[in-house]
């Protein structure tokens, strides 16, 4: 119950097209769905998150859209380009229960090809 | 810059010697964390500290331990090192626990080599 689920495990976008990566959690109790990126031998940084009160947020190309009945979520970045080639983590956790444990998909790697 | 510091960024040791890995912040945060992340997986949540509070995570081997002498620094101490253990080690910290944002903080890691 504690797992989230994230696919692709590896993504190939043209520059300029659209990156999409999926999420999906069991646990009713997350309250919080951040996304990671993580360049290689770095560590991971955040890069926008969503609470379950809103079905989309948007960071300038970046995108989190959340289906709470479905319990599902996505990034989204447009206009990928190259400097995005990176891993992308989805994460959960349950902040109002005094718990933030982040509990992280198990990444895609995604690369923008020219 | 508020920050999270790991040192060393690369630290190679030798199979069951055993080896120290710290981690400093200046955020001023309550929660601090030690992850490891192999090749091509997520990050695998070791232990954390809340303030002096220790939390084990349930399958952290008995090899590994942590130390939080004060707010800014904590501590990971492997005793006796398998090839196994081989992996990056993140450090990272969040502001509170209930309530909070959830944001978690990490520092750049250190990739631990053991021969």
């Known amino acids: 119950q504690q797992q989230v689920k994230q696919s692709p495990q590896s993504l190939i976008v043209q520059k300029g097209g659209i990156s999409i990566i999926n999420c999906a959690y069991e646990n009713t109790a997350f309250d919080y769905f951040p996304w990671y990126q993580q360049f290689p031998g770095k560590g991971p940084a955040l890069l926008i998150a969503i609470r379950p009160d809103v079905s989309e947020k948007k960071e300038g190309r970046f995108t989190i859209s959340f289906n709470k009945s479905a319990k599902q979520f996505s990034l989204h970045i447009m206009d990928s380009q190259p400097g995005d080639s990176a891993t992308y983590f989805c994460a959960a956790s349950e902040t109002n229960f005094g718990n933030e444990k982040l509990t992280f998909g198990t990444g895609t790697r995604l690369t923008i090809i020219p | 810059d508020a920050m999270v510091i790991q040192n060393p960024r690369y630290q190679v040791t030798q199979f069951g010697k055993p080896v120290t890995l710290s981690c400093s912040q200046t955020?001023?945060?309550?929660?601090m964390y030690w992850y490891q992340q192999k090749s091509s997986q997520a990050p695998k949540l070791l232990f954390h500290?809340?303030?002096?509070?220790?939390?084990n995570e349930a399958d952290t081997p008995d090899n590994f331990q942590s130390r939080r002498p004060n707010t800014s620094f904590c501590f990971l101490d492997i005793r006796s090192p398998g090839l196994g253990d081989a992996a990056m080690y993140l450090c990272?910290?969040?502001?509170?626990?209930?309530?909070?944002?959830?944001?978690?903080?990490f520092g750049p890691g250190t990739r631990l080599t053991v021969l």
């Open positions: 955020l001023n945060h309550n929660v």
């Open positions: 990272a910290t969040s502001r509170d626990r209930a309530g909070g944002t959830g944001e978690q903080f």
């Open positions: 500290y809340y303030d002096k509070d220790f939390n």
